[in-house]
């Protein structure tokens, strides 16, 4: 064998084995490749073995990660060459299902595998790594998984690439005679093989006879009942339901052969699985991501094939560190205040209004409730029930809300993800979710079939028979409410139970699934009621997408204006005071990018308009820092209104609150030098039940590999810049299907790490300054961004400030960009910035205690406008380095 990137060559060995299988004849020995990393040999206790196994057409080499990875950590990793691949023995003899489950008992027999052993198992590997597993369980420890499919559909093809390969006429030229079907796989890696990996993929298989056991393996597909493997794919794909080992899968998302639905099956039939989603990755998830290293830390978090204590609990799917904060607390559904009012005296009085072209629709609580109990029988008549997943992709308003409340309250888990995602981002949050339904309006079940969403579909609205059928439309809401069976449905909202999946907004990376239980949406609920004083009698103007439904649940009268609320700058400042005319409302609910447009349109505002607005006695902007002018206008707009600024995340809507006069006051604490405060946004004190704190960062690692941290012991000392830790019963349950995710984010019992990071005050108050990756690392010492950026943003000739670090960790450049007041136009590339914005740049960034190494100027800086104004200051960092380094940078 030749030499191979990342394998030891001691690793690589040979062993003569037995068959007992039925495809030769008694008495025949086939000789096996394997890697072995060779962990115990020398006597030292080993924790146990990964039995790997590849899939078609790859080789032992594909889990050279993991041999490496094993060591250190005590596990003695083997993977096998499967007969007639790698550098095994070409048998001569087709091997179906049945005989490469057996072959591989063979193969551990020979070894004189025993104790612990997990099977780890990609593509058909994976189907014979679990046949194995089903019938060898008296050693088995857990299950490791990567796409793969253990069950066929009968009415449903198998995928496109599998069925050209077995087409008569491309299947023997396209596996065997040529390489065609081997380029094409290593062709789906993200990014693309090294050419030296790329090379060592192909070796073993470099003449058509050497491919013999790739044109087998794929003629052994079971793409129907009629298929000889088919019964043993079935006996394996039932038989592994009675599993009781951990399990883990990892799964690259993108993989056109192993897609979701796979994936969904396989969760079905071992529900207690822990499953990592790495968003990026394709078929060849061992090479597009870091799974050894996410299979090394659940081996060492499951404690797989370490002894549990007597009688001691087993961990959770999914979680991360226990957390029981809020479990004491009294618990009621967060519906429950919408029945309450639905019968009592005042339950014709308005509870939700959405304002149209027309006017307002408005439903009282009776009516509301009425809709709601009707909607979710109607929902319970077609099946969907406790536990379904249902994806909502309707505008924030009456319907939406009745869907919402009535899922609920029939204990389905709610699918939230914005439109504001972009098509794409939205297909992705969509079929990670893997909804049981999608109900949404035209253009969404339109972006359903195209995009292929897994899922039932309902359409929010009444459609003509021909477009129904076009969309493949099951039922409309309107259905829903005409099957009503029991308006007194039960509430199935078990406190613990799935409640919600709310999308992140993609402004840091892929949107990201959160989990909350019923228990913890009833938690926010109260956090916001404690907060900011709302409760029954309360009025308010919904302008912000995660308040926008929280109304019924508070007990508030509620009013969603006429805007995109997925679109914040569409609301306009008369639209806003329609609202709060129509429910008389003294509370408003706004984002800073809606706020901004609510300023540049207050002079068109009528005299109603401007009483109507007069009236609001609370106003609170979240989702993103809002600079202390903003608020002194939007003052002059609600002179009689408080103004807060909650700080929140999805993870956690709630963390911290502040008031204009907490701002004022902080900001004339950071004027007189007082410790802690300055650099960065005052965002306030915790809520309600909320406990915050920081985790220090440090610099670690060598030279070029160096990176930014937050190790330290969490803390509440004043100036210490630290990531952001919350703890309160409101925080998010875990992240969905992103075990290693949440594993990161809970790693310090029992708080959640933000990503955010900050510092406290002297008066206790918390100071955001940016993200955990953005920190620039600078041989002054750290800096953060959102301090300076501010302070730049205050100069008259910049709108938009963006501070980056470009070169190594530890000695990066401070380079700030800004985007001028009047741009030149979005077309035009960056420059240097003149002699007189660079001069005042840097003395800002000065009296910051930073030395800017350079000042750029760009016509427009890259904004996810829609979520929030942030930033992407990761692209622009990038493309600072090569406009700075000469290079073609392009325009932002």
Excluded at 104 to 114: E, N, W
Excluded at 824 to 846: I, Q, S, Y
Excluded at 851 to 879: E, F, Q, S, Y
Aim: proline share 7%.
């Amino acid at each position: 064998m030749v030499a191979l990137p990342g394998v030891d060559p001691s690793w690589s060995a040979y062993l003569d084995v037995p068959s007992t299988s039925t495809a030769d004849a008694p008495g025949t020995s086939h000789r096996w490749h394997y890697l072995d990393n060779g962990a115990g040999a020398d006597g030292t206790p080993v924790k146990g073995t990964l039995l790997c196994v590849h899939g078609n057409p790859t080789w032992s080499f594909l889990w050279r990660t993991y041999l490496a990875a094993g060591l250190p950590e005590g596990w003695r990793v083997v993977a096998v060459d499967q007969l007639d691949m790698g550098y095994s023995a070409r048998t001569g003899v087709f091997r179906r299902l049945e005989h490469r489950i057996t072959d591989l008992g063979d193969f551990v027999a020979a070894l004189g595998l025993h104790g612990p052993v997990v099977t780890v198992g990609h593509d058909w590997g994976g189907v014979v790594s679990l046949g194995y597993a089903h019938r060898n369980r008296e050693d088995l420890a857990g299950v490791i998984l990567t796409n793969t499919a253990i069950h066929q559909e009968p009415d449903r093809p198998i995928p496109a690439p599998l069925r050209l390969a077995l087409a008569p006429g491309v299947h023997g030229l396209g596996t065997r005679t040529t390489t065609a079907f081997l380029d094409v796989t290593l062709a789906l890696a993200r990014p693309a093989l090294q050419p030296e990996v790329r090379a060592a993929f192909r070796a073993p298989y470099g003449s058509a006879a050497d491919r013999g056991g790739i044109a087998n393996f794929v003629s052994d597909i079971p793409a129907d009942p009629s298929h000889p493997s088919y019964a043993v794919l079935t006996s394996t794909a039932e038989g592994i339901r009675s599993l009781d080992v951990p399990v883990l899968m990892m799964w690259g998302p993108r993989d056109p052969i192993f897609s979701d639905p796979y994936l969904e099956d396989l969760a079905r039939r071992l529900p207690h699985a822990d499953i990592h989603r790495f968003e990026r990755a394709s078929h060849l998830v061992q090479e597009d991501a870091d799974t050894a290293a996410t299979a090394m830390e659940w081996l060492t978090a499951r404690a797989v094939a370490v002894a549990p204590p007597v009688d001691g609990p087993r961990a959770d799917p999914e979680a991360g560190a226990p957390d029981t904060t809020g479990e004491d607390a009294p618990y009621s559904p967060l519906g429950q205040r919408l029945r309450e009012l639905a019968a009592g005296p005042g339950s014709s009085a308005t509870a939700v209004a959405e304002m149209t072209a027309d006017g307002p629709r408005t439903l009282s609580w009776k009516e509301l409730d009425d809709d709601v109990s009707a909607v979710a029988a109607g929902l319970a008549a077609l099946g969907y029930g406790p536990g379904s997943r249902v994806s909502l992709l309707v505008p924030p308003g009456l319907d939406l809300t009745v869907l919402i409340y009535a899922f609920l309250r029939g204990g389905a888990v709610i699918v939230v993800a914005d439109a504001g995602l972009g098509a794409r981002g939205l297909s992705r949050a969509v079929r990670s979710a893997a909804p049981d339904v999608v109900i949404g309006i035209e253009r969404a079940l339109l972006a359903a079939r195209a995009f292929g969403w897994p899922g039932k579909r309902i359409s929010a609205t009444t459609l003509p028979a021909a477009r129904r059928r076009a969309l493949r439309v099951d039922a409309s809401l309107g259905d829903l409410r005409a099957a009503r069976a029991d308006a007194g449905l039960a509430e199935h909202a078990a406190p613990d139970d799935d409640a919600a999946i709310l999308f992140t907004s993609g402004s840091t990376g892929p949107a990201k699934g959160v989990v909350y239980t019923n228990r913890r949406l009833s938690a926010m609920r109260d956090a916001v009621e404690s907060t900011l004083g709302l409760g029954p009698g309360a009025s308010l103007v919904a302008g912000f997408a995660p308040f926008a439904l929280l109304g019924p649940a508070l007990g508030a009268t509620s009013v969603t204006p006429d805007m995109d609320v997925t679109a914040p700058g569409t609301l306009t400042a008369q639209a806003l005071a329609d609202a709060a005319a129509a429910v008389e409302a003294t509370v408003v609910f706004a984002s800073p990018a809606a706020l901004r447009n609510v300023l540049a349109t207050s002079d068109e505002l009528s005299s109603a308009g401007r009483s109507a607005l007069g009236r609001i006695s609370l106003m609170l902007s979240a989702g993103a820092p809002i600079p202390l002018a903003l608020l002194e206008s939007v003052q002059d707009l609600v002179p009689a209104a408080a103004l807060h600024t909650p700080y929140g995340m999805t993870e956690s809507l709630l963390v911290a609150d502040i008031e204009l006069d907490g701002v004022r006051r902080a900001a004339a604490a950071a004027a007189a030098g007082q410790q802690g405060a300055g650099n960065g946004v005052c965002v306030g004190l915790p809520v309600h039940r909320a406990r915050v704190a920081v985790s220090p960062l440090s610099i670690s690692g060598p030279g070029g590999d160096a990176v930014c941290e937050a190790t330290g012991a969490p803390t509440t000392q004043p100036g210490v810049t630290g990531e952001i830790l919350v703890e309160a019963p409101h925080v998010k349950d875990r992240y969905f299907r992103l075990w290693r995710t949440q594993q990161d984010a809970a790693r310090t019992t029992p708080w959640h790490r933000t990503g955010d990071i900050g510092h406290f005050d002297a008066e206790g108050r918390l100071w955001v300054e940016g993200r955990l990756g953005h920190v620039i690392t600078s041989a002054e010492g750290i800096v953060t961004p959102v301090g300076l950026e501010h302070a730049l943003q205050e100069l008259d000739d910049v709108r938009l400030a963006a501070v980056v670090g470009v070169g190594p960790v530890g000695t990066q450049a401070v380079v700030a960009v800004v985007e001028t007041a009047q741009p030149e136009g979005r077309g035009r590339r960056g420059r240097l910035a003149d002699a007189g914005l660079a001069a005042g740049a840097r003395a800002v960034a000065r009296d910051c205690g930073i030395d800017l190494a350079a000042v750029i100027a760009v016509p427009a800086l890259p904004v996810d406008i829609r979520h929030n104004a942030k930033i992407d200051r990761a692209a622009v960092g990038a493309w600072a380095a090569v406009f700075l380094s000469g290079g073609r940078a392009g325009s932002l």
